[in-house]
Nanobody, 126 residues
Framework: AQVLAESGGGSVQAGGALRLSCRAA??????MGWFRQAPGKEREGVVA???????TYADSVKGRFTISKDNAENILYLQMNNLNAEDTAVYYC??????????????????????WGRGTQVTVSS
């Protein structure tokens, strides 16, 4: 079975950092990335990583978040620095098998995601 499993969430104070991991079991890292969903809000794209290495970050996280992957271990990472309260959300690992992450309005659209992880909670206190 193809499974995406996130880990690394937790609670930090504003200005702190966390690193999320997504282990892809039975799944070859393809076009992948991260979404997040805050209470009462729609799920939004955080960062998309195409198979050719192209990345697209949401404006709200540019300069603070960095996506990377370990192809040998089949793990996707999200390094999150200088966190603020607005980053509080459940973070989801996601994958799409198209030629690239399908972007709508400049950002990866959740409607085209084919595989989701269960999510990991990130809570930032101010």
């Amino acid at each position: 079975a193809q499974v995406l499993a996130e880990s690394g969430g937790g609670s930090v104070q504003a200005g702190g950092a966390l690193r999320l991991s997504c282990r892809a079991a039975g799944y070859i890292l393809d076009n992948m990335g991260w979404f997040r969903q805050a209470p009462g809000k729609e799920r939004e794209g955080v960062v998309a990583l195409d198979r050719d290495g192209r990345t697209t970050y949401a404006d709200s996280v540019k300069g603070r978040f960095t996506i990377s992957k370990d192809n040998a271990e089949n793990i996707l990472y999200l390094q999150m620095n200088n966190l603020n309260a607005e980053d509080t959300a459940v973070y989801y690992c996601a994958a799409e098998s198209a030629a690239a992450c399908t972007r709508v309005g400049g950002m990866w659209s959740a409607a085209y995601v084919e595989k989701w992880g269960r999510g990991t909670q990130v809570t930032v206190s101010s």
